[in-house]
């Protein structure tokens, strides 16, 4: 067998180190312990022992022989080294004596002088000796360094690998390769010389020798380096080398870093926008970049391992955490600023910067640190380098997310700006158009009038509808805005986020807004169409039913897009406060902002197993830029997450979106543009009822009942009551008919959406035509608003009655148009510049019959009716009389809104009695002040 053959050849070998009991282990361990199996070596193990023993036979005979010998020798050297340590002896005394009294004494001291000079002659000799010698090293070592640095072809020839030296090799060439060790040499004679003459020459010459160098190699090394595959390394550890014995090492370290990432950087500039051109579908333009990016890290990625690998031979495994890193710096740093031109470039036509673009490059650079991560993980176990213990202070996990992730920072340091402005984008691309159809005005006669009858609330009921399918996709887009900040920067951009959503939304209103006055238009509802009824006289006023109901279908999905908000944002509060929660990797407790701050402050190391998961990855991110912001920032964020917390704590048991007005806590921004926008809907769906009846309350003061007087022919016949005009009972028949209008859609599924976005209607609605009537009369705010509560709700909680009825809704609207035509009818009947007898009896019949009306309609306790129905019933002393005594009530802002109006038909009945050369003056000063406040 081989193994027998090579036993039995090194027990057969005559070495003097052969160990028989390694021999006699290794060969039971080749038999598996077993003896037996080494009977056939016994026999030459036999014959090897009998050789050993012949051997040591030998030896101790030699020895035996050669004892008595070296035994004589060491005598003779014993006695014959007796006289010089006598010598020696001596000279020591004669030394610490140093006495030269005796003959003896003397010569000995001078004998020890001629000693000391002679030794010191020597030492002469001997340094002279080893100054020529290394002056002679330094010359030939000047002129070898020198001629290899001044030429060219010897340095070129150095660069190249190990194959190209060995097919050409000259003994020119073995100087450069041996230049590092020249100038080594030239650096120790140097030392050696630096106290003889000429040392200042050397020195410069040493320093130009070094300049030479560093010019002549830079050029060379940065030439190989920017090649894409090094190959060998040995020509590069040569440059180290060099540059190393002129302490210019980190050179080479910095021309690395720089001149490898090239290849890469070429390929990140071969990118262009006219690549977008062969891709005709949006969605494709936007993630063409995206993928291609993804490609672009994977190049990276391979470039690090490949220079990994190149590092390590070349810097050394130490060096070489702190290699990469700079590598990878000067890989992205660069191209940041063109990273975020292409995030927002969209064509010659200028900038579009897009959410989802950014997510989606987002995503590949996530994927890309998490590959790196893996990378320095798998660094760290195979050659135990740890990367937070280097002490480069660019050497961390922190610094490999800062470089990756930094074309991010300023979206996140801007967020709700660029947030806001895309989202603004999308959300104006849903906006419907109102589009009347003005093609029927071209139309005359019969012709145009069935054309409007045909096709009169189309324009507005399909806006309506396109509104609610537009409202929908406006929430899924906050929605998805809201999901992609957490997918950016974890939730520590949320308020940033939730500001944008109301900026955007508010936009989104404001644009509907802008489609009112030619809704109105249609609509003719217009409030410049009050004076123009007005003008003309015209008692027919009746309003267009079709269109009042085409505004209560857009107010109805009003209602709908605010209902659909504030669900949003009970669904969104319950995943961002998870969100949250994941984001500070515990149930955030109890802890002020400032806490909060300060604890986000201490955590600042980053492990490199802790970057793993994405979502940690991303956090880790975004922790890091958030501790960079400005305190205030900070603040905000920690106070959102704790106002955030509170919100689920509190009133646990009130459900916002069961009530009859839901509210939003988050969005509650947006939740109040889009009230706005509803108060805008709202009295439109107003003024296409109160218009009409305002215009017919405009002719009130022109009417010429109120100055009759009795007719003198009748002489004392007895007058009979008198009935209410045509004016108020046009009035009264617009109001009555205005509860089957409501009734009908009241009783439909739309109930619920129309009743929230009637919210306030009445505030909303009445409000300026009794401030109208306030400015008139000078009534102070507390006055105008007793005057406002004859049709003020009960005061019941929103959340007391959940569900509301079509009552209610019926009686919200009639009570909001017949307070607002009690606060046009005050005011048009302040405006009367006088007033007979006979025209108070007329307009107490008047307010008679309006206020049987107004109790129809909700108003049973018009105290300003009943009070100026019985004031008008009485003749002028008594009615002034009854003035003084409301006026006498200081107290009761509702009697000093009474005062101040029975003061107005109080002056208007006296000025009836004025004398007639003055009854044109002030009639005239009357009906200018009509003019005035309508």
């Known amino acids: 067998m081989q193994d027998d053959a090579v036993l039995l050849e090194s027990a057969a070998s005559a070495s003097a180190n052969f160990d028989a009991f390694a021999w006699v282990e290794e060969a039971l361990a080749s038999r598996s312990g077993d003896a037996s199996a080494l009977a056939p070596l016994v026999p030459q193990l036999a014959l090897r022992s009998q050789t050993l023993a012949q051997t040591l036979h030998a030896s101790l005979q030699h020895v035996s022989l050669s004892a008595p010998a070296l035994q004589t020798r060491l005598q003779g050297l014993q006695q014959a080294s007796t006289p010089l340590a006598r010598r020696l002896d001596a000279v020591q005394e004669a030394c610490a004596s140093g006495s030269v009294s005796t003959s003896s004494s003397a010569a000995s001291g001078k004998d020890l002088r001629h000693l000391v000079t002679l030794h010191e002659a020597k030492r002469r000799l001997q340094s002279c000796s080893q100054a020529l010698v290394e002056a002679a090293r330094w010359g030939r070592n000047v002129r070898a360094c020198f001629a290899a640095v001044e030429d060219p072809t ?9 194959n190209a030296k060995l097919s050409v090799r000259t003994a020119d060439s073995d100087i450069a390769d041996n230049l590092a060790d020249r100038v080594r040499e030239m650096k120790a004679s140097l030392d050696v010389l630096k106290d003889l003459p000429g040392a200042w020459d050397r020195k410069q010459t040493m320093e130009r020798l070094c300049a030479q160098i560093e010019a002549a190699m830079q050029p060379r090394l940065a030439t190989k380096l920017r090649e894409d595959d090094l190959g060998d390394v040995a020509p590069l550890r040569w440059c180290l080398d060099v540059l190393s014995s002129v302490d210019r090492a980190h050179l080479v370290r910095e021309e690395y870093c720089r001149a490898r990432p090239a290849h890469v950087h070429r390929v990140w500039y071969t990118y262009s926008d006219e690549m977008q051109t062969e891709v005709d579908e949006k969605d494709e333009k936007e993630k063409l970049f995206a993928s291609w990016l993804g490609n672009f ?26 290699v990469l890193l700079e590598l990878l710096h000067n890989t992205l740093e660069p191209l940041t600023k063109s990273f975020r031109d292409r995030l927002v470039h969209s064509g010659p036509s200028g900038t579009n910067f897009r959410l989802g673009r950014l997510l989606l490059c987002f995503h590949a650079t ?56 895309a989202l603004t984008d999308a959300l104006l691309r849903l906006v419907p158009a109102f589009n009347a159809k003005t093609n029927s005005q071209e139309l005359t006669g019969d012709e145009y009038e069935e054309e409007r009858g045909a096709a009169d609330t189309a324009p507005l009921e399909d806006f309506s509808q396109c509104l609610e399918e537009a409202s929908e996709a406006a929430w899924t887009l906050v929605d998805e805005s809201l999901q992609q900040c957490y ?26 807004s802008a489609a009112i006055p030619a809704i109105r238009k249609y609509c003719k509802a ?34 709908t897009m605010e209902s659909q908000l504030c669900a949003l944002d009970g669904r969104v509060r319950v995943r961002m406060r998870e969100q949250l929660a994941q984001f500070f990797g515990e149930t955030a407790g109890s802890l002020s902002p400032r806490s909060r701050r300060k604890k986000s402050h201490e955590v600042t190391s980053i492990a490199l197993a802790d970057l793993v998961d994405p979502t940690k990855l991303v956090a880790a991110v975004s922790k890091a830029w958030l501790h960079d912001e400005d305190p205030t920032r900070q603040s905000q964020f ?46 439109l769906t107003y003024d296409t009822v109160f218009l009409p009846i305002a215009r017919v309350l405009e002719t009130l003061p022109a009417n010429e009942n109120w100055r009759k007087v009795p007719d003198a022919a009748l002489g004392d016949l007895p007058t009979f009551s008198m009935l209410p005009q045509d004016y108020i009972t046009m009035v009264a028949d617009l109001l009555l008919s205005l509860l089957p209008q409501l009734e009908p859609f009241a009783e439909s599924s739309s109930l619920e959406n129309a009743f929230v976005a009637s919210r306030g209607a009445q505030e909303v609605c009445v409000q300026s ?18 005057c406002q509560r004859i049709f003020g709700s009960d005061g019941k909680s929103a959340a007391t009655e959940p569900a509301p009825t079509a009552t209610e809704f019926v ?26 007898d006979m025209g108070a009896q007329q307009l107490a019949a008047d307010l008679g019959y309006f206020h049987n009306v107004l109790s129809a309609v909700g108003g049973e306790g018009n105290f300003i009716v009943d009070d100026l129905c019985r004031a008008l019933e009485m003749d002028l002393p008594a009615h002034i009389q009854h003035v003084d005594e409301l006026r006498a009530d200081r107290d009761s802002p509702e009697n000093q809104a009474l005062v101040k109006i029975n003061d107005c038909v109080a002056a208007m009945r006296q000025r009836a009695l004025e004398p007639p050369r003055r009854l044109s003056t002030t009639s005239a000063g009357s009906a200018a002040s009509s003019a005035q406040f309508n």
């Open 154 to 162: 010897l340095l070129s020839h150095a660069l190249k690998g190990d």
């Open 297 to 322: 890290y994977g190049d990276v990625l391979r470039m690090l391992q490949r220079e990994s690998r190149n590092t390590r031979e070349l810097f050394g495994t130490d060096m070489l955490i702190n």
């Open 366 to 421: 996530r994927a890309f640190a998490g590959q790196l991560v893996q990378l320095f993980r798998s660094l760290e176990g195979e050659y135990d380098v740890k990367l937070a213990g280097n002490d480069d202070t660019a050497s961390s996990a922190g610094e490999i997310l800062s470089v990756v992730f930094e074309p991010y920072r300023l979206y996140f340091t801007e967020y709700a700006r660029f947030t806001s402005e």
């Open 487 to 512: 997918e950016f920067s974890g939730g520590s951009a949320f308020p940033e986020a939730v500001e944008a959503i109301g900026m955007a939304v508010q936009q989104f209103t404001l644009t509907l």
């Open 526 to 559: 217009e409030p410049a169409a009050q004076l123009e009824g007005s003008t003309s006289g015209s008692l027919v006023a009746s309003p267009d039913w079709s269109q009042f109901h085409a505004s209560l279908a857009l107010l109805k999905a009003c209602g």
């Open 638 to 683: 920690h106070q959102f997450e704790m106002e955030l917390l509170d919100q689920s704590t509190g009133s646990p048991g009130f459900d916002s979106s069961s009530s009859r007005y839901p509210s939003a806590t988050v969005l509650d921004e947006a939740q109040r543009a889009v009230r706005s926008w509803t108060k805008d809907v709202q009295l």
């Open 769 to 786: 035509e009794w401030a109208r009537l306030g400015q008139l009369l000078h009534l102070e705010p507390s006055e105008l608003a007793t």
């Open 811 to 836: 009686d919200l609207w009639t009570a909001a148009v017949a307070s607002g035509t009690l606060a046009a009818f005050l005011r048009t009947m302040c405006s009367i510049s006088m007033l007979s």
